[in-house]
């Protein structure tokens, strides 16, 4: 396995919309080596999510997860998402209802942003072994997936925020945003 480099905004690749991948070419050496690879330089970096196109591959795939262990037809804990490889995904939103949460991404370092998504939705993909998937997710999953699948559009999390006023460094969000959300937090709690 190896770490790849990431692609970084400005790239002409980020913006560009991915191929999909030929179902029969899913189980070829070439794919599951990138999807091993993805997986290390999504590790690497402390991501939780990584598309084709940020590491120089037009192919309508992401890897995903905080842990290992066995991906099943609905996701929806936020610390229990496993490692999952997600190929030509199609996603429909479930409901109306959304959220508005902190996004960061691989490709634009060190910016974070709030960005408002479905809250709940079904995606139905191939996984890395070429059978077909349908999975329901909610929560953290929900959001990452939707963001991964935006890199295959070509899209960036801030092309989906609804103003840049959140739009901050890490330094700054940590100084700043995260002390305003624990306040937040207690006083909802009172």
Known sequence: MAILKVARMGHPILRTIAKPIPPAEIASSRIQRLIDDMFETMTEYSGIGLAGPQVHESWRIFVAGVRDGEVTNAVGDDREMPFMAVINPEITAVGSATDEDWEGCLSVPDIRGRVVRPSAIEVAAYDRTGRRIRLAASG??????????????????????????????????RRHWVKHEEESEESDES
């Open 140 to 173: 953290l999953p929900a959001r990452v997936i939707q963001h991964e699948t935006d890199h295959l559009d070509g899209i960036l999390f801030f092309d989906r925020m609804k103003s840049l006023d959140t739009l901050t460094y890490m330094d700054e969000y």
